[in-house]
């Protein structure tokens, strides 16, 4: 079962927040959709000669917002934006770097006028560096940040990971600062720019392979569903087709595991104590879960290991996710509606908070939805709306 969204009716994190959505794709979208589900006023903006195309990926992406239609190269759109961006707190933006200062729109150009401005600027390697020129997407960055190298077989070609880590990771962390740079601002009164390449993201997450390598001098290579260090912990087929996670990883749960299995000879087995000996032993315990685990079905399973307290679970396709009911319990399956007129199944509000939760105001916008009603709120009267869109400026 899925849920209609929550409508964010109690006050919002970041109610009174103004958000410019300058950007494209996925990563600037979804950095400032994450600040609209918590309260602020996000406007979309794009061009009126080339709106972006209303997918699946739009409409999740950009839930939330308001849009509107502006011609940065157009003198009077060009007007008409920096007045906007003259009430905001936050630009989101992932032209390549120097699109915006070759316009006249650079974020020190518009702090002229609104010295508070906060500027979260995205691109494939940042604003700085040999590469910052360069062109990048999520699976370049992916290529770039060393995730891609260690995913896969070890006898194969490295595979890109299944999600669009890097894009959907570094919308993360650029909602994350730009709350740091709200917070910076109540004592400097003054904005600054945030600086994000895309590549960024996953090698803040790669863990301890830089240490790893500075001590030793050698890349982890790729080792399929193994993670080097970390035992029991695989990927297992049951009797009925489906996959099985079992991560059993410290000392108790490892005994629980053994003791589960009807073999807990196996805690005292010299070939797996003391903690190095299992590490090195890795595949030899794997061998050994892996003909438990195929005796039964997926269901029996679980049902031992649960009842044993041992962290386990299905590989999950979409499909298991909404029909789970733990997922409907977190609100993690929601049905929302979408530009294109018809209701899309989406993923729910992360995270969760107790006093200012997160809610949904409204569904991703179509071109120019709410042109008449954000420029007047700047001041503009219908006859300027209409003259502005004669000019070719919205």
């Given at each position: 079962?899925?849920?209609?969204p929550?409508?964010?009716?109690?006050?919002?994190a970041?109610?009174?927040?103004?958000v410019i959505?300058?950007?494209?794709?996925?990563?600037?979208?979804?950095?400032a959709?994450?600040?609209?589900?918590?309260?602020?006023?996000?406007?979309k903006?794009?061009?009126p000669?080339n709106?972006?195309?209303r997918?699946v990926?739009?409409?999740?992406d950009h839930?939330?917002?308001?849009?509107?239609?502006i011609?940065l190269?157009?003198?009077?759109?060009?007007a008409?934006?920096?007045k906007?961006a003259?009430?905001a707190?936050?630009?989101?933006e992932?032209?390549?770097?120097?699109?915006?200062e070759r316009?006249?729109l650079s974020p020190?150009?518009l702090?002229?006028?609104?010295?508070?401005?906060?500027?979260?600027?995205?691109?494939g390697y940042g604003?700085t560096g040999p590469?910052?020129?360069r062109?990048?997407?999520?699976?370049v960055a992916?290529g770039f940040s060393?995730?891609t190298?260690?995913?896969?077989?070890e006898?194969?070609?490295?595979?890109?990971?299944g999600y669009?880590?890097a894009?959907?990771g570094?919308g993360?962390?650029?909602?994350?600062?730009?709350?740091?740079a709200?917070?910076a601002r109540?004592?400097?009164?003054?904005?600054?720019?945030?600086?994000?390449?895309?590549?960024e993201a996953?090698?803040r997450?790669?863990?301890?392979?830089l240490p790893?390598?500075g001590?030793?001098?050698?890349?982890?290579?790729?080792?399929?569903?193994y993670?080097?260090?970390?035992?029991?912990a695989?990927?297992?087929?049951?009797?009925?087709?489906?996959?099985?996670?079992?991560n059993a990883?410290t000392q108790r749960?490892f005994e629980?595991?053994?003791?589960?299995?009807g073999?807990?000879?196996l805690?005292?087995?010299?070939r797996f104590?003391?903690?190095?000996a299992?590490?090195?032993n890795?595949h030899?315990?794997?061998?050994?879960?892996?003909?438990?685990?195929?005796?039964?079905?997926?269901?029996?399973n679980l049902?031992?290991?649960?009842e044993?307290?041992?962290p386990?679970t299905k590989?999950?396709a979409?499909s298991d996710i909404?029909?789970?009911?733990?997922?409907?319990?977190r609100d993690q399956?929601l049905?929302?509606?979408?530009?294109m007129?018809?209701?899309l199944l989406?993923?729910g509000i992360?995270?969760?908070?107790?006093?200012t939760?997160g809610?949904?105001p409204r569904?991703?916008?179509?071109?120019?939805?709410h042109n008449a009603?954000v420029?007047?709120?700047l001041?503009?009267?219908p006859?300027?709306i209409?003259?502005?869109?004669?000019?070719g400026?919205?």
């Amino acid at each position: 079962m899925t849920k209609e969204p929550p409508t964010g009716s109690l006050p919002g994190a970041l109610d009174g927040v103004r958000v410019i959505n300058a950007g494209q794709i996925i990563a600037g979208p979804f950095t400032a959709t994450l600040l609209a589900e918590f309260g602020a006023d996000v406007i979309k903006v794009e061009s009126p000669e080339n709106p972006a195309v209303r997918t699946v990926q739009f409409a999740q992406d950009h839930r939330g917002q308001r849009g509107v239609t502006i011609n940065l190269r157009h003198p009077e759109g060009k007007a008409l934006f920096q007045k906007l961006a003259s009430t905001a707190d936050i630009l989101v933006e992932n032209f390549r770097p120097g699109a915006l200062e070759r316009l006249g729109l650079s974020p020190d150009e518009l702090r002229d006028e609104n010295p508070g401005l906060i500027a979260i600027r995205i691109s494939g390697y940042g604003q700085t560096g040999p590469y910052r020129d360069r062109t990048g997407f999520d699976r370049v960055a992916l290529g770039f940040s060393g995730m891609t190298y260690v995913t896969g077989d070890e006898d194969r070609p490295p595979v890109r990971p299944g999600y669009f880590v890097a894009d959907y990771g570094t919308g993360i962390f650029a909602a994350y600062g730009a709350v740091l740079a709200l917070r910076a601002r109540e004592t400097t009164g003054r904005g600054q720019d945030i600086d994000l390449g895309l590549f960024e993201a996953p090698w803040r997450m790669s863990g301890t392979h830089l240490p790893n390598y500075g001590l030793s001098g050698e890349n982890r290579e790729r080792a399929g569903n193994y993670y080097p260090g970390v035992v029991p912990a695989e990927q297992f087929e049951t009797s009925d087709g489906h996959h099985l996670i079992i991560n059993a990883t410290t000392q108790r749960p490892f005994e629980r595991l053994c003791e589960a299995m009807g073999q807990p000879e196996l805690i005292t087995d010299p070939r797996f104590t003391p903690r190095e000996a299992l590490v090195a032993n890795a595949h030899a315990i794997h061998d050994i879960i892996r003909p438990w685990v195929a005796k039964r079905t997926l269901e029996e399973n679980l049902k031992i290991l649960d009842e044993a307290a041992v962290p386990c679970t299905k590989v999950y396709a979409t499909s298991d996710i909404v029909a789970d009911p733990h997922y409907e319990a977190r609100d993690q399956v929601l049905t929302v509606d979408s530009p294109m007129g018809e209701q899309l199944l989406q993923p729910g509000i992360v995270p969760r908070l107790t006093e200012t939760p997160g809610g949904i105001p409204r569904r991703a916008p179509k071109p120019g939805e709410h042109n008449a009603e954000v420029f007047t709120e700047l001041g503009c009267s219908p006859e300027d709306i209409e003259a502005l869109r004669t000019a070719g400026a919205i």
